[in-house]
């Protein structure tokens, strides 16, 4: 008879010990008693059923553009031992974490009864969240290792927006605050608005203005937050862009307003647009233009005045553009600080306005640079969903490494997303939260029969008529794509895509793509 063990409450507690008997088997089916009568319940964990039952038309997506299977055969790791895991394995599963809304390696578990959806992208299996981890660390040790995997996912990168380069664009550049909770690398006191006095680690993104597309991600230690330790970044990134395929503007919050970066973007030749932060010089040069009155239209219900300024550590005065905003009429002195002027006057009603102060080398009028930064309101919402709605600030390891690494995968996953809904509808550019639900998610059971496999989709959405309607005209045209224009490379498949997504702003020009998109490596 095999020995039975006994709970250690039984020892704590000075109870007898006695045998135990076997536990019972489960049953696979109950008998359950409802208000519809008595129903049958059958345990059935190895069913072929997914919740993101409409990934087969993103799988189609990827292999018609090539974007996945190019992405896998030039990765740079390797593995030796015969029990390691496939590298298509190790990306699909990443891609699949991210692609569901995951933002911690421990959910990676949460895909592992997926039967249905691994297959769609080759894979063979849904690796360990610990096999993941262990991945994205390959070349942390070794220079030319490091060099040869940022390669990889800098290429990459460029592919999925260089053709769109070609045509004006705006590069936007924001920061973002990780808080961290352990002893990571990295994690140092710095500026964080969100957990003060919470060690931290900065996110520094590069944007593709309109295009809502991410050009490259540095993650950086905690103190590294000020604007000066994103330009590197930036220069090396635009260095790699022939002169036909710089930006037209730079474009960022009141954290780039400081002479190094203004300095640098004009010794570059580089038009600017930054916002300033309120302290005395722009307070005195509202004050004095509050005074001389004479305000433009600048839209949206702002008014605007040209002015100069030279800030302390500034170089030279520089253009700024003084923006204000009605916010309705106060009755009366106010307190504290919520008036940024003094009016005259204690009983009258006196206006209350919110002001803003953008500093540009723009030749343009003031309503056309109050656009300009209102168009950047944009790029916020950008950064705001890649932080929370991409896991850009999950994904958390002990070392800096690899939380670069998965940074540059979440920004390449998060660009093919974008331009697969906006494939399928580009009347409109939905974030995440809205096009999952509409695009990815449904309850879906795969049956075999007869050699075909079957993947039977049940939306849950209320406009099922809508995504079915979109999603049978892309599968039309990535059909049509690949069976009409065999000859064509992955590359100009790619082209083709992005010319069909943005043919409203390329006035039926056809993309190529450009020579300069270097080979990885």
């Given amino acids: 008879m095999p020995l039975q063990i006994a709970p250690i409450s039984a020892h704590l507690s000075g109870e007898t010990l006695l045998p135990t008997a076997p536990v019972p088997p489960l049953p696979d089916v109950l008998s359950l008693q409802t208000c519809a009568g008595t129903v049958r319940v059958e345990w059935n964990p190895q069913a072929p059923v997914t919740p993101l039952g409409q990934l087969a038309f993103f799988a189609h997506f990827l292999h018609t553009s090539g974007r996945f299977e190019n992405w896998v055969q030039d990765c740079p790791w390797r593995y030796s031992s015969p029990n390691a895991p496939l590298v298509r394995d190790v990306l699909g599963t990443g891609l699949l974490s991210v692609l569901a809304g995951h933002h911690r390696y421990a959910h990676v578990s949460a895909l592992r009864t997926d039967q249905v959806n691994p297959p769609l992208l080759g894979m063979s299996q849904i690796v360990s969240e610990d096999c993941l981890r262990r991945a994205l660390a390959k070349g942390s040790k070794e220079p030319a290792a490091a060099e040869a995997v940022t390669a990889w996912q800098q290429h990459h990168l460029r592919e999925s927006y260089g053709p769109l380069l070609s045509v004006p664009w705006i590069l936007d550049i924001d920061s973002t605050i990780k808080t961290i909770y352990g002893h990571q690398q990295g994690a140092e006191v710095g500026y964080n608005p969100h957990k003060r006095g919470r060690p931290s680690q900065v996110y520094h993104s590069y944007l593709m203005g309109a295009a809502r597309l991410v050009l490259d991600v540095e993650v950086q230690p905690g103190k590294q937050t000020a604007a000066h330790h994103a330009l590197p970044g930036m220069w090396r990134l635009l260095e790699r862009l022939p002169a036909s395929a710089q930006p037209w503007l730079i474009r960022g919050d009141c954290l780039f307003g400081q002479e190094q970066v203004l300095s640098e973007a004009e010794g570059h030749e580089r038009d600017y647009l930054f916002k300033l932060r309120l302290t005395r010089k722009p307070k005195d040069l509202i004050r004095l233009l509050e005074r001389q009155g004479q305000w433009q239209d600048a839209g ?222």
């Avoid at 209350?352 to 790029?379: I, N």
């Fill in 300 to 521: 949206q219900g702002w008014e605007g005045r040209e002015g100069v300024l030279q800030l302390q550590g500034w170089s030279r005065s520089r253009r700024v553009i003084v923006l204000r905003r009605s916010v309705g009429a106060t009755v009366g002195p106010v307190a504290g600080n919520q008036r940024l002027l003094d009016w005259p006057g204690g009983t009258v009603a006196t206006p209350e306005y919110e002001y803003a102060v953008l500093v540009t080398s723009l030749k343009d009028g003031v309503l056309t640079v109050a656009q300009l930064y209102r168009d950047r309101g944009d790029a916020e919402n950008n950064f705001d969903e890649l932080k929370n709605q991409w896991g850009l600030a999950g994904f958390t390891t002990r070392d800096l490494y690899r939380c670069q690494v998965m940074a540059r995968h979440i920004a390449l996953i998060y660009n093919g997303w974008s331009l697969f809904v906006r494939l399928a509808d580009p009347s409109l550019r939905r974030e995440a939260i809205t096009s999952r639900p509409l695009l990815l998610h449904a309850v879906a059971i795969q049956t075999r029969h007869a050699g075909q496999t079957v993947i039977s989709v049940t939306p849950q959405h209320a406009e099922e008529p809508k995504i079915r309607r979109m999603l049978t005209e892309l599968t039309q045209f990535l059909s049509g794509l690949k069976a009409t224009a065999e000859q064509l490379t992955t590359g100009d498949r790619w082209c083709r895509i992005l010319s069909r997504i943005f043919r409203a702003v390329l006035d039926g020009k056809d993309l190529t793509m450009p020579v300069w998109v270097a080979p990885a490596g």
